[in-house]
């Protein structure tokens, strides 16, 4: 199941929009986003396709693996075709027993299964084509403004970075201690809830040591090579905009203007 | 008793990219009362072994047998297994977790369950068996220094009175002192209860002054398996794998080459005193 | 002056409890005096708690002193409007290769170290570039540090270490967690730095195989300094060593034992072509 989500996985490929800045991106998978929710009727439904068509095409990214990602929401997709299936008023088609099934219901729930489906698929594109630093390096930069109103815009990206690099560590951790608890008899799987959860304690208390050491660790070995927070500090890859951000910084304002005008107007 | 490895093959992550094929058609049987050190590179697979003999990990073709019985028999307890053959990891931070040392060193037998007061008088022979003072009994197991967590841990599996013991590693980052007290109470143990050991080991000095058999793992296979003589006979081929033998055994060669006559093999300090001090007397 | 000057130097950690009386004070450095003049190898020997972390972490000024003096580089280490220019020239390498790596791409992390000075960006490519060929990690740049070997990860700490331009570096005991090839491995790049670049080393260790390359050796014992020299004269007094919990490489120790025996051997034999040599004479 947790092998299943790809968003947060990189797919790494050399393409159009691999290559954009990922603050471009980040605003055109937020554009894409409220797209997604504001259109209308068929040639809404027609824009929001061939724009999602157009991207997966430039991105180089198998279509398969991206359709990988919608196994981990299959669940939410199911129970909420299903609540806008029945649950919606109006004209009836079929009838039975205490559910009935209607027209605004089946179109209802085909668009919320639209929806959804190319939510995750929009915004995996956004993560299979840009690196975990990248878009941390991005969103420090495209928070920026936030940092006037005191939030640690910096500190926040540093916390998502460092934690990007630590979670694979963690996880070989869990499964070294678990191994060592095993070989002492531990039994992980039988027995109730209660039971279970006690059986946790063995492998969560050296777990957790183990990351208070290591985050002791990596604070003094920051603070070692000069590490004082984000004042006056230079960028080895810094963030710059160019011509094809600007395109694309058009091409999305542009698209989003279209659907909103197609459900204005129709 | 013994430990009969047969034809035993291990892949990690099988038909993906990432394919390993850690363990490649591993024979091997180890008798009952053997003290045996198993070398050789990170990633030659020997920590993969290791798993396989306590049933930890799980063969993917061929057979292991303890005692003439298939572990891999369906009705096969493999959970009591893993109290007969003791494994002790590396790192003791990875098993220690209780508020005291005593109650640390009981999990292993509660686990098996044995009643609270059964639990406690195995830890009680088993701290005593690693000779850890009996004022440290009570106080956290966070608090002791590196070569005393290590105690605690292989006390934490000798509580379960296991018939073979397996360490892996005991001896990363001690210092010297620290270094010969641990492998000189593993070889204690091995004395006076004939208890079966695996030592597996970076260092040729320490296995070839405590072990009696030596296996040398490279990539997936058993490359030597002989008296610590007998492999490191072979050094040049150790040589050509990244290994070496200990600097006393090239000492040796380099003494014989010199027309120094030394006599023998030697893997030791005192194995070489002896063979310098004969060819001197001649 | 000398680059590392420390006259008297003590650290104490002290534990209070609850109502912040004192409990129990243990005294990590006493009186120690380290001098360690510019482009010397000086290894620190020890065993565990003899108080050499604690000796390596003032030299960074990680830890603040609590009696005598220390200067780094002609710079008090008690004013700190010197803490930053002392941290970027006595740069440091800690024990677990792991939990010193803060970026998730190697040539990233080594950049880490500049990006903090403000260093420029075109300024911060060459020394990342120059760092990790100084190291042979170059062809690494681009992977990610989980998938390497442990004397790898180490040579990327000490990289990024060198993309600072430290004239020192000092390694807390950065071979304790590898295997042998990879202790070999970045005792190589240590030695090359060391030899060819001129940077000053402190090794703090207690293999004693690593301080047969260094120029002298301090020997801490209980938060003292009880022994200091060359590895030569320090490896010749085997018993002392030994009454401090260390020990002397393999070699050492049998051209000791053949000496006790009535072989007419030099003192403080280091490599086996030394004690060929000197059998042979005999013979």
């Known amino acids: ?266 | 008793m013994s430990i009969i490895l047969d034809k035993v093959n291990y892949v990690y992550s099988e038909k993906t990219a990432y394919e390993i094929h850690a363990l490649k058609n591993i024979n091997l049987k180890i008798e009952d009362g053997e003290f045996i050190g198993v070398i050789g590179h990170t990633g030659s697979g020997k920590s993969t072994l290791i798993q396989h003999l306590n049933g930890l990990m799980h063969a993917t073709s061929g057979g292991i047998y303890y005692n003439g019985q298939d572990i891999y028999d369906e009705d096969y307890d493999r959970k009591k297994l893993r109290g007969r053959v003791g494994l002790v990891f590396q790192y003791p931070e990875h098993q220690l977790f209780e508020t005291t040392i005593f109650a640390d060193v009981s999990f292993g037998p509660k686990n098996q369950g044995l009643s609270k007061k059964e639990a406690e008088l195995k830890a009680f022979t088993a701290l005593r068996s690693v000779g850890l003072p009996e004022d440290y009994w009570y106080r956290s197991p966070f608090e002791l220094s590196g070569g005393q967590k290590r105690r605690v841990a292989i006390a934490g599996v000798l509580a379960m009175e296991p018939e073979v013991l397996i360490l892996d590693e005991p001896t990363a980052g001690l210092d010297p002192r620290g270094r010969d007290e641990i492998l000189d109470q593993v070889a204690k143990l091995h004395e006076e209860r004939n208890m079966t050991i695996i030592l597996v080991s970076h260092s040729m000095e320490d296995v070839a002054k405590y072990v009696e058999r030596l296996i040398v793992m490279n990539q997936g296979s058993i490359m030597l398996d002989g008296t610590p003589g007998e492999v490191f006979a072979h050094y040049q081929e150790l040589e050509a794998v990244g290994l070496a033998a200990p600097q006393i055994t090239y000492l040796m060669h380099d003494l014989r080459k010199r027309g120094i006559q030394v006599p023998g093999i030697a893997t030791t300090l005192e194995e070489a005193k002896e063979a310098i001090l004969q060819a001197f007397k001649k | 002056m000398n680059f590392i000057e420390a006259r008297k130097l003590v650290h104490e950690y002290i534990r209070r409890d609850e109502e912040g009386n004192v409990e129990s004070i243990l005294t990590a450095l006493n009186q120690v005096d380290l001098d360690v003049k510019q482009g010397e190898f000086v290894a620190v020997l020890g065993h565990n708690g003899s108080g050499k972390s604690t000796l390596a972490k003032h030299l960074n000024v990680l830890l603040s002193a609590s009696g005598g003096t220390l200067w780094v580089d002609g710079k008090d280490t008690e004013n700190a409007d010197n803490l930053w220019a002392i941290r970027q020239n006595a740069g440091m390498v800690f024990q677990n290769p792991d939990n010193q790596i803060i970026a998730s791409v190697v040539e990233e992390d080594v950049a880490f170290g500049p990006e903090n000075i403000g260093v420029p960006t075109p300024e911060i490519w060459k020394r990342v570039e120059r760092s990790l060929k100084s190291v042979g990690m170059i062809k690494y740049r681009e992977h990610s540090p989980n998938r390497l070997s442990g004397g790898q990860k180490q040579r990327v700490a000490i990289a990024g270490v060198m993309a600072m331009e430290p004239k020192c570096i000092v390694l807390d005991e950065p071979t304790a967690m590898l295997d042998p090839n990879g202790r070999r491995e970045v005792l190589d790049a240590v030695e090359q730095l060391n030899k060819e670049k001129g940077i000053t080393v402190i090794l703090i260790t207690h293999y004693m195989e690593e301080v047969v390359r260094a120029d002298r050796v301090y020997v801490m014992d209980n938060g003292k300094v009880v022994m200091q020299g060359n590895p030569r004269s320090i490896f010749s007094q085997v018993d002392t060593l030994k009454s401090y919990r260390l020990d002397v490489p393999q070699i050492t120790m049998l051209a000791y034992e053949l000496k006790k025996e009535g072989f007419n051997i030099p003192e403080g034999i280091l490599t086996r072509q030394e004690l060929v040599e000197a059998l042979c004479q005999l013979y």
């Open chain 1, 1 to 266: 199941m947790l092998r299943d989500i790809t968003i947060g996985q990189y797919y790494p490929a050399d393409s159009v929009i691999h290559r954009l800045d990922p603050r471009t991106k980040l605003m055109a998978a937020m554009l894409y986003i409220l797209s997604l929710f504001v259109f209308q009727g068929w040639a809404g439904f027609a824009a929001v396709t061939l724009a999602l068509v157009l991207m997966i095409a430039l991105s180089k990214v198998p279509f398969g693996y991206m359709v990988r990602g919608l196994k981990a929401i299959a669940v939410i997709l199911i129970i909420t075709i299903l609540f806008n299936l029945f649950l919606t008023p109006g004209e009836t088609i079929v009838e039975f027993w205490k559910l009935r099934i209607t027209w605004e219901g089946l179109k209802n729930a085909g668009f919320m299964a639209v929806r959804l489906t190319y939510l995750i698929l929009g915004s995996s594109i956004l993560t299979l084509t840009t690196t975990p630093n990248q878009l941390t390096d991005g969103m420090e930069k495209a928070l920026k403004p936030f940092n006037k109103l005191h939030v640690p815009v910096h500190e926040i990206s540093m916390m998502m970075s460092i934690a990007l690099r630590f979670i694979p560590i963690l996880i070989e951790e869990t499964d070294k201690i678990m191994k060592a608890q095993l070989a002492r008899g531990a039994d992980f799987e039988s027995g109730n809830l209660i039971k279970k959860a006690k059986s946790m304690v063995p492998l969560l208390v050296p777990l957790f040591i183990s990351a208070f050491r290591r985050a002791n660790d990596l604070a003094m070995a920051m603070e070692a090579r000069c590490y004082h927070g984000g004042d006056g500090r230079t960028k080895m890859k810094p963030l710059r905009y160019k011509k094809a951000d600007i395109a694309a910084y058009l091409l999305s304002a542009g698209y989003f203007a279209g659907v909103i005008a197609l459900k204005v107007l129709l």
